[in-house]
């Protein structure tokens, strides 16, 4: 991941927590151009400050201002990016979130997020969006962030068949691990590569229509639809709590929108 210091970037850290299932994020410190090897692929050297927060169910994670008590926000919203390594997921993130673009990022090692407060509607919408590896040997610690999202973003690249081609697999992934009703859109990613395109946009819309979800084609690079596609999903999310609260307000009509988690739950001081 991209080794910059970002006071809302989170990322997955120590070799131990890894294999003993246990997770333990760190806010990322300024540092040098040192690097790790871990597994066979390039980690930053992260600072463990004294106060991270190990835990192990991502659903209860408690984000610093929620804890403070303080949140300046109407909506918050949990999504999360998936698809196969190399098709820029962490590349469209840092679009939408930091409005940059980098070629030479690392290989996501586990989970990574960011934050960005967006305004729809006139309302304000918290995204804390996640990030996940996606090599075969973190599939087990990236599933555990499944249940916990309100929206996923398939991503494959244009210019990679096989990674659209093994979208349908991590679509049954988040059919079998996500929460119900969850919002997903389809992201064909690097649409400005035309000369090394394998897929079409007819086949990326083809198969967004048989899953049954929208469909967008973005560039990361040359920073083309990335806003439009998560503004897309917010929207559509914001939509879906609005609805839920309205159809269970006789029995909790005391309850405000202000005060929802995510899935038409009463807010829990979590995020």
């Not at 934050?115 to 599939?139: N, P, S, Y």
């Not at 040359?222 to 806003?227: C, G």
């Amino acid at each position: 991941m991209d080794g910059r210091y970002s006071a809302n970037s989170t990322s997955l850290c120590c070799e131990a927590n890894i294999k003993e299932g246990s997770l333990r994020f760190c806010d990322r410190a300024p540092i040098d151009d040192k690097q790790r090897h871990l597994n066979g692929a390039n980690l930053r050297l992260l600072h463990l400050p004294q106060l991270s927060h190990p835990f192990t169910d991502p659903t209860t994670f408690t984000y610093p201002d929620t804890m403070a008590g303080t949140r300046n926000y109407d909506f918050l919203i949990k999504l999360l990016l998936i698809g196969d390594s190399g098709v820029g997921k962490s590349c469209c993130l840092l679009r939408f979130s930091e409005d940059s673009f980098t070629p030479s990022f690392i290989t996501t090692i586990g989970i990574d997020f960011k934050i960005r407060t967006i305004e729809l509607d006139g309302k304000k919408v918290k995204l804390q969006i996640w990030d996940t590896a996606g090599q075969e040997r973190f599939r087990t610690i990236t599933t555990a962030y499944y249940r916990g999202a309100m929206g996923i973003l398939l991503v494959y690249d244009v210019t990679d068949e096989r990674s659209f081609n093994n979208i349908r697999t991590w679509f049954s992934n988040v059919e079998q691990h996500a929460s119900e009703g969850v919002n997903k859109i389809l992201i064909g990613n690097k649409c400005d590569w035309e000369d090394k395109r394998q897929v079409s946009t007819e086949q990326g819309q083809a198969l967004a229509d048989e899953l049954g979800i929208p469909f967008m084609e973005v560039s990361a690079k040359s920073n083309i639809n990335v806003e439009k596609a998560f503004f897309s999903l917010a929207g559509d999310i914001k939509k879906r709590l609005i609805d839920t609260q309205a159809s269970t307000a006789p029995a909790a009509n005391n309850v405000t929108i202000g005060d929802q988690g995510g899935n038409g739950q009463p807010w829990k001081n979590c995020c």
